[in-house]
């Protein structure tokens, strides 16, 4: 009898399902100042043997009390300077992780970051541990563990208008993570979902999810292929 996403779901942990595996994490902090101040911080050495699909999370305490992801933001002082308070920018190539912020905001903060990564489908290599030993793997029961349906990557479609199509059949609108993956060969999550947001942002494609389909939309021809990751959790 085949796994039921319906029903796994619902549950913590599904065997029938893998946990995603987070292969690469890094923390750190810098200032940055007020309106219009760029801090480019120091190429990040990751020390894989391949680029790894980077995310992240950020706040301006170093308790993390309020928290922002990619395409997150404290609300803009001013809108008619732009529509983020604050702009990040994250990449990786195969050997570092680049990141960028822009403040837009009044206030200069300090900003606490927290980098994480996955292996993509298409390697198979031993990664490094991400803690010093096994005693923070704690399952609590009082969690719901990600479980990962699909994942996978693809070229994508060249043709205006003409999507790559993924079907995943489950029947509802879930949860994806995505990643364009440039002719350099650096790699770039997918935040933004509109071709305003694509042609000021430099995005090149962008992910619209229906109740059985994954349809990758192309804006820009940069990029060679997308990668994704489909969660049965919502």
């Known amino acids: ?79 008619s ?14 050997t570092n992780v680049y990141l960028e912020m822009v403040n837009f905001m009044n206030s200069g903060y300090t900003i606490y970051y927290e980098i994480f990564g996955f292996e993509p489908t298409n390697h198979n290599d031993e990664a490094p541990f991400t803690v010093a030993g096994d005693t923070n793997m704690i399952f609590n029961g009082e969690n719901n ?23 995943h059949n489950l029947g509802d609108i879930i949860q994806v993570l995505g990643w364009e993956e440039l002719s350099s060969g650096r790699i770039v999550p997918i935040v933004y979902n509109s071709i305003s947001d694509a042609s000021t942002f430099g995005i090149n494609f962008g992910f619209v999810v229906t109740d059985n389909q994954l349809l990758i939309y192309p804006y820009f021809n940069t990029a060679t292929h997308a990668h994704y990751r489909i969660y049965i959790d919502e």
């Open 1 to 79: 009898m085949p796994p039921n996403p319906a029903s796994a779901k619902l549950m913590n942990v599904d065997t029938d399902y893998p946990l995603d595996k987070i292969v690469y994490r890094h923390e750190g902090s810098f200032s940055i100042g007020s309106y219009y101040s760029v801090v480019t911080v120091p190429a990040i050495a990751h020390g894989l043997t391949f680029t790894p699909l980077v995310s992240m999370r950020w706040s301006t305490t170093p308790d993390f009390a309020v928290s922002y992801e990619l395409g997150g933001s404290p609300i803009p002082d001013d809108f």
């Open 81 to 94: 300077r732009a529509d983020y308070g604050i702009f990040v920018s994250l990449e990786a190539d195969a």
């Open 145 to 167: 563990y990600t479980k990962l349906y699909l994942a996978d990557r693809v070229p994508v479609s060249v043709v205006p208008n003409t999507p790559t199509v993924i079907n």
